[in-house]
């Protein structure tokens, strides 16, 4: 497979004694933008040091493009762009003196320095911030700053350590975009804690919590359990259990507030019958929508079973 | 890639006006040494009747002005190596350097290398201007290589030192005073064992050793013991910074 650019095989890195990330193993492939999850403390950061050589790993080993991390840094290191939590930026400089180290420093030949700085600002909508101070730029465009540093050089891998912090909507947007459009052409790694985020940018998922991984698959999967088997339905004229259970399909019905949650048999679907009934006896049926578990109930399931299992 | 890091350094040495500035003190405190050197030349010398008491220009000035580059530059280069790795830290700027393709050990040689080559302007432009006694004497230019090799060897061990320092707080002002203190201690550490010429504690003195130098002397000894010294710091900061990698 040459189109597997990173792998993580079995990484554990241990602080004192206590596993900050044990055993998590995951493959990354060209044209795939990973979404990193996790409550705080989970270990995204540390994991996403240890892929770009910030941190040796206490066990395990990372591949980029096939190449050993430990062994040949600075080859894989080459291969990377990196935008850690807090932001590397040299602030007594300008935009496009920052620029020209970062792209110096990755191994742009000279002749090439220049094309990839302007490629870089446009990129991140930077090319009239130029020739200003970094320390000056808006939080906003600092990050975008730590975002051009990191495409500079055109990386085969980007890990972004939450891109999107701090930002205001649009460029919250015009950021998820620019994930997107780097990640048709390389892979991308992003942690981030907004859930709909992910839903939006990636198409491959991980969860990360207390150091393991406990959700790794594409983000259909993800959504698939968001939507379930449910329905939600509200009636001016409440039926009776009963009477919805002896429709055909209908597996269990519970009372939620004013309404009536219904979860049906998997590939049975009694919404039209629940509505003739309802037509014929005089329920008042005045909504009915499949019931979504929100992202953010599959990811406290998937992070709390796990805190129980412990 | 070395030359990029260092590139960066002198580069954002002179970004703001802290790097000219000191430059420009540096500069005015040496010419006026020079001045005045020059001025008590003529007075000394008119009373130095017998031939023995007698000294070239070039030795009487200087003595002067190296005298007091050495000290002076004892307060400059914690001032200026003090922010080298520890301001990196303060402002979160190490992954940069460290997820880029370079190795530890060009990250330091290259931190290294930049500050001696600012402080290397400085060498130059005092050699320059003890150079312009040549218009109307005739000087020692032997005396002034020996000198400007002697100031270089230990201005580069005390960004050596300073260096390691920085790497081992993210408060600057604190790596900045301790390798003051440091350099100081190694500084003055022969006059404590002044009385005992065969002392090794004496032989550690960074000053015993510019000594011979200063006396427009290039020993072969005080070569290699500065550049043991400038080794062992930059191998004691590779390590320290390799530490953070691996203990996080």
Redesign the interface.
Known sequence: MDNLTVEAIELTRLYGGRAAVSDVSFQLTKGQVLGFLGPNGAGKSTTMKMLTGNLAPSAGSVKICGIDMMENPKEAKALIGYLPEMRPLYKEFTVDEYLTIAARLHKVSSKNIKKAVENAKERCGLTHMSKRLIENLSNGYQQRVGIAQAIIHSPMVVILDEPTVGLDPIQIRDIRALIKEIGQEHSVIVSTHILPEVEMVCDHVQIIDKGKLVFNGGIDVLKRQRIGNKLLIGFKNKPTAQDLLAIDGVAEVESVDDMIRVRFIEDANPNASIVEASVKNGWGLYQIAPDQTSLEDVFVQLTYHEAEAV | ?IF??A??EL??MF??PMGWIILALLMFAFGTYYLNGVNNYFEVMSGAIRPAERTGVTQFVGQTVYGVASFIMLFAVPLLSMRLISEERR?????????????IIEIVIGKFLGLVVFLGILIVYIALMLSTLNIWSDIDFGYIIANSTGLFLLLASFSALGLYFSSLTSQPIVAGILSFIALFVLMILDRFFAGDPTSTMAQLSLMKHFQSFAGGLIDTADIAYFILFIITFLTLTIRRLDAD??R?
């Open positions: 890639m990029n890091i590139r960066k580069k954002s970004a703001s402002s979160q700027t190490m992954p940069f350097l460290f997820s880029a393709p370079l190795s990698r691996l996080g």
